[in-house]
């Protein structure tokens, strides 16, 4: 099956959809605000890729991990495609926050028996000589994580079917709407961008100014990441993290980060989200910001699409106006959905690990080909199930009959 699709938002998530489904033969017409792909939260010099064990292997971790499996496996697929794709696959060491942290990372390990390519526990004097820098506490070891540079990644995925991908930059998308068969774009002079029967709201928080799209709890999380001047060769080499990040020297720097503050629309960059950013950088790597004034740096702002669950929003938008509130619950299965509406979001902090999956899993869902994950991570991922929350909610607040 081929068709046509609108994509508003060329980010991670729009870019990576609509590469899923030119490479299957559909026609994209892509739409964005911006005058180049990966310029909203997409936009950071590099951000981790690594995935995410957890003691109870939870769908957070579940998802994370397949989510860090596909994208390594598209990775390498877009560079042997010619793609220039810039990351460094140079291992990520995920330091334990104290001793007790570091006993739960070491039983993680015992239990998920994974491979030693995939995850080890180093010790505190493994991690010191991992890092090149003294460190507090030992950690995961991820051999096969790194960084990535997230614009080039939406380059890579929009260049590798180019011809099947009309681009529509520096376009504003201010209404839609379905007049009869046909999906509707509109700019803010009313002009229709493009019209198609499948539309795909890859649009971050933005996609709630959609009047259908409006009951999604699509939050806006600030991020500040600070830029360190950085020698090739300096240590550290890999990336290290504990409640933060600093990645290798990348054309001449490293970035630091990040702060995290929920519906804080400042697009500025603050000199105390430096400092924070710097602090927790001592606490990564202790002593290493010693004499960096955090007046003197430079860095980047950008806003995190976040659900309240912390997992994505990946499939078919539920009709909220179709939902009889009154009636008892049923199964995200026999969800009215908004015909021919998808959405792809949500990604929060995880974009990079994620959008290579989301982007297959919105594909197959929408051409009905056999998924890449469980039925129960596919639900756990379904926008619809705020639907059925909220709901659910309503009914259980009713006083019993
Ligand atoms: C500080 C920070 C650090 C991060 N670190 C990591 C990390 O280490 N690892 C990781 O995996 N992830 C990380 N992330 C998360 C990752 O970057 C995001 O999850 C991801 O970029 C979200 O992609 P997106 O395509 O949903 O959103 P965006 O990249 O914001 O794309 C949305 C696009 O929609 C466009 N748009 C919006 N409204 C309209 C409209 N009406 N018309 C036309 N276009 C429109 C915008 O211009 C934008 O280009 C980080 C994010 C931040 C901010």
């Not at 951000?47 to 579940?62: C, E, I, K, Q, W």
């Not at 993680?108 to 460190?135: C, K, S």
């Not at 960096?292 to 106006?321: E, K, N, T, W, Y």
Request: glycine share 10%.
């Amino acid at each position: 099956m081929s068709g046509h699709a609108i994509v508003i938002g060329a980010g991670l998530a729009g870019s990576s959809a609509a590469e899923r489904l030119a490479a299957r033969g559909w026609k994209i017409d892509l739409i964005d605000r911006a005058q180049a792909p990966g310029q909203g939260a997409s936009g950071n010099l590099a951000g981790v890729l690594r995935p995410l064990p957890s003691l109870d292997d939870n769908r957070l971790a579940r998802l994370t991990r397949a989510g860090f499996q596909h994208a390594c496996r598209h990775f390498e697929a877009l560079i042997a495609a010619g793609q220039p794709l810039r990351l460094g696959r140079t291992g990520v060491l995920h330091l334990a926050r104290d001793e007790s942290h570091a006993a739960i990372q070491e039983r993680v390990v015992e239990i998920r028996q994974a491979a030693a390519d995939e995850l080890l526990f180093v010790d505190r004097e493994r991690a010191r000589q991992l890092a090149g820098w003294p460190v507090t506490t030992g950690g995961w070891w991820f051999p096969g994580g790194g960084w990535v540079d997230p614009a080039s990644l939406c380059r890579a995925n929009l260049a590798r079917h180019a011809a099947a991908i009309t681009p529509h930059y520096d376009t504003e998308v201010a209404r839609i709407e379905r007049p009869a068969d046909l999906w509707r774009a509109c700019d803010t002079a009313g002009r229709v961008i493009a019209e198609a029967p499948l539309l795909i709201l890859a649009n971050a928080t933005t996609a709630r100014h959609f009047a259908v799209a409006a009951h999604l709890p699509l939050r806006a999380a600030r991020g500040q990441v600070s830029h360190l001047g950085a020698t090739p060769g300096s240590a550290p080499e890999i990336v290290v993290c504990r409640l933060g990040y600093v990645t290798p020297a990348i054309d001449g720097q490293r970035c630091a980060g990040a702060t995290f503050s929920v519906d804080d629309g400042e697009a500025a960059l603050r000199e105390a989200d430096h400092a924070d950013n710097l602090a927790r950088l001592d606490f990564i790597l202790p002593g290493y910001g010693k004499g960096i004034q955090a007046r003197d740096l430079a860095g980047r702002v950008g806003f995190r699409p976040l659900s309240p669950d912390r997992l994505p929003m990946i499939g078919a938008v539920g009709d909220a106006a179709a939902i009889d509130p009154d009636s008892p619950s049923r199964p995200l299965a026999g969800m009215p959905r908004v015909p021919g509406l998808y959405l792809i979001n949500g990604f929060g902090a995880r974009g990079i690990v994620w959008s290579a999956l989301a982007g297959e899993l919105l594909a197959c869902l929408i051409t009905a080909a056999p998924l890449p994950l469980p039925d129960d991570l596919v639900g756990a991922v379904d926008p619809g199930r705020f639907l059925l929350r909220g709901r659910n909610r309503r009914l259980r607040a009713q006083p019993a009959p």
